[in-house]
Nanobody, 118 residues
Framework: QVQVVESGGGLVQAGGSLRLSCAAS????????MGWYRQAPGKQRELVAS???????NYADSVKGRFTISRDNAQNTVYLQMNSLKPEDTAVYYC????????????WGQGTLVTVSS
């Protein structure tokens, strides 16, 4: 009943920028938190950035100062602005949301591929 859909991935040269979007839809009373994860081939999925209902944000050390997470509560959408991209940022980026829809549920998007060339 609740889903999230990512968009905005693509191919970019090192030093470039991309903006990812994640829109949640369905019967949603509230969103407790939303975040971005990424997974590269052969590596575990890792948290990139998250934002909670109060507005507090959290970032992985590897992206601090380069990535910014933000949200539009009216549209149940979260964004990830990625600047100064590095080849090490290449991965499939997944959106995650903790939402309340008669109960708390965790939903994942299908992912969007970000490729950073050197």
């Amino acid at each position: 009943q609740v889903q999230v859909v990512e968009s905005g991935g693509g191919l970019v040269q090192a030093g470039g920028s991309l903006r990812l979007s994640c829109a949640a839809s369905g019967t949603i009373f509230s969103i407790n938190a939303m975040g971005w994860y990424r997974q590269a081939p052969g590596k575990q999925r890792e948290l990139v950035a998250s934002i909670i209902s109060g507005g507090n944000t959290n970032y992985a050390d590897s992206v601090k100062g380069r990535f910014t997470i933000s949200r539009d509560n009216a549209q149940n959408t979260v964004y990830l602005q990625m600047n100064s991209l590095k080849p090490e940022d290449t991965a499939v980026y997944y959106c995650n949301a903790m939402v309340f829809s008669s109960q708390y549920v965790e939903v994942w998007g299908q992912g969007t591929l970000v490729t950073v060339s050197s």
